[in-house]
T-cell receptor
């Protein structure tokens, strides 16, 4: 148990489907993140929420839509994805990393788009 | 912008010592994190260096030189379970708490 819980662990979806990834943390952190991890590539930051406000959107296609209803929950809504979107999607939470605590990551959702 | 460079892969023998280097160029710098990621799992925190020098934590140590934009992770008495990817992540200290990660170094420990 890492303190950050992601569901589902694995997801296979067609290009016309709509699905959502869920992330939950009860660590009292005030920032939450979505990262994408593809093979042979570094972790790519997708979205940052600080105190439930989106503070960063790193040129992510609109087929990915984040939602942060409260400080403990973060969603990533998916629709009309492409096969190249297949990757490991990681959620993380943190307080100010300058405090030395870094991020706490969830176990990720392995997404396959067929 | 951010530029982070670390070797893609390394192989070392069980019981040996290995040093994983990371060089970075960032706009703003507060400190540098190292994370460990086993295949198919979440990255886990290893260390955070703010000041120059070596910080030791059991078998793992991390070094930072701010003036050179350089860090390394030193793993001693290697064990098979140390086979993983090691991610270097400088932190700029910006308000949105963003970490930028390197591509990671995949370490394989062999008997």
């Amino acid at each position: 148990e890492t303190g950050v819980t992601q569901t589902p662990r694995h997801l296979v979806m067609g290009m016309t489907n709509k699905k959502s990834l869920k992330c939950e943390q009860h660590l009292g952190h005030n920032a939450m993140y979505w990262y994408k991890q593809s093979a042979k590539k570094p972790l790519e930051l997708m979205f940052v929420y600080s105190l439930e406000e989106r503070v960063e959107n790193n040129s992510v296609p609109s087929r990915f839509s984040p939602e942060c209803p409260n400080s403990s929950h973060l969603f990533l809504h998916l629709h009309t994805l492409q096969p190249e979107d297949s990757a490991l999607y990681l959620c993380a939470s943190s307080q100010d990393p300058a405090g030395g605590y870094g991020y706490t990551f969830g176990s990720g959702t392995r997404l396959t788009v067929v | 912008g951010q530029n982070i460079d670390q070797p893609t892969e390394m192989t070392a023998t069980e019981g040996a010592i290995v040093q994983i280097n990371c060089t970075y160029q960032t706009s703003g710098f507060n400190g540098l994190f190292w994370y460990q990621q086993h295949a198919g799992e979440a990255p886990t925190f290893l260390s955070y260096n703010v000041l120059d020098g070596l910080e030791e934590k059991g078998r793992f140590s991390s070094f930072l030189s701010r003036s050179k934009g350089y860090s390394y992770l030193l793993l001693k008495e290697l064990q098979m379970k140390d086979s993983a990817s090691y991610l270097c992540a400088p932190y700029s200290g910006a308000g949105s708490y963003q970490l930028t990660f390197g591509k990671g170094t995949k370490l394989s420990v062999i008997p």
